[in-house]
């Protein structure tokens, strides 16, 4: 019995298929790189007793508190590309079940063998994070920027501080569009509890933007062009970054009081 999504949800899909064919262009998406979860809990109106119909997947480690929250996520190893063209295949929606201890999947993942993201864990710890500190941030994006990652790689760049003032040195834009900076996780391996964990200290440390040392960046927003449209803009900066250095020259870059003062100027409201 297929369940009708709300117009507002189709919406929803309708910006991730939007942005994932951005990602891919970008050449941040090879293969199934990426993914990505929205907190639709305020979009979803089903029954209890339609919602028994969709047997539960067990999931550990959940918290009471996620109990009857609801999400739409993407598949392990669905290409961004594919979103846009077969949505239903390509991502699911999903309600944590009364007991917290699983989930039911009650629409889209069409595909033979489909199950959500392997980073499922640890989107649902983000997500929680964000809601209980009362963000209007819903999508968390996780995607592989080639230039922001290559940074990670060179000891001039890589950790928070130095990665952070190399971006801004390049590009008014970037302190504004990311006043807080970059969060920095230290390599954790893909899809683990280390790595969630130490991607929501550094939501909790208010940044919407945060690196995984040489994998790739985490993004939240409202919605996903929001969340796509921060990464784009520290890319940028890392791109021009890496053209000045193959000049074989050290950019100039702004002063730390330039960065300040625009710091200053556009000092972030929440
Ligand atoms: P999934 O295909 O399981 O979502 O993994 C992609 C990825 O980028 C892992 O870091
Ligand atoms: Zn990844």
Known sequence: MPITLSKSVHQV???VGEVGQYLWQKGWAEKNAGNLSVDITDHIAITPAKLKKFPVKPI???LPEFAGRSYLVTGTGTRYRDIQNHSSECLCVLQISGDAKGFHLFWGGKREGFKPTSELPSHLLMQNSLRKSGAKEKVVLHT?????????????TAGEEKLNYALWSMIPEAKIYVPRGIGWVPYRLTASQELAK???????R???VVM???H?????????????????????????YLLCKQTGQTPQG??????????????PKD
């Open 216 to 240: 790739g960046v985490l993004a939240v927003g409202k919605d996903a062009i929001e969340a796509f449209d921060l990464i784009d803009a520290m890319n940028k900066a890392a791109i021009l």
């Open 198 to 204: 130490e991607t929501v200290k550094a939501l909790e």
């Open 206 to 208: 208010k940044h919407k």
């Open 144 to 156: 592989h920027p080639n230039e922001l990652i290559a940074l990670t790689h060179l000891s001039e």
């Open 212 to 214: 995984w040392e040489k």
């Open 254 to 267: 702004l002063s730390r009081e330039q960065i300040d003062e625009i710091g200053r100027m556009f000092a």
């Open 60 to 62: 550990a480690g959940l």
């Open 13 to 15: 899909i309708r910006e």
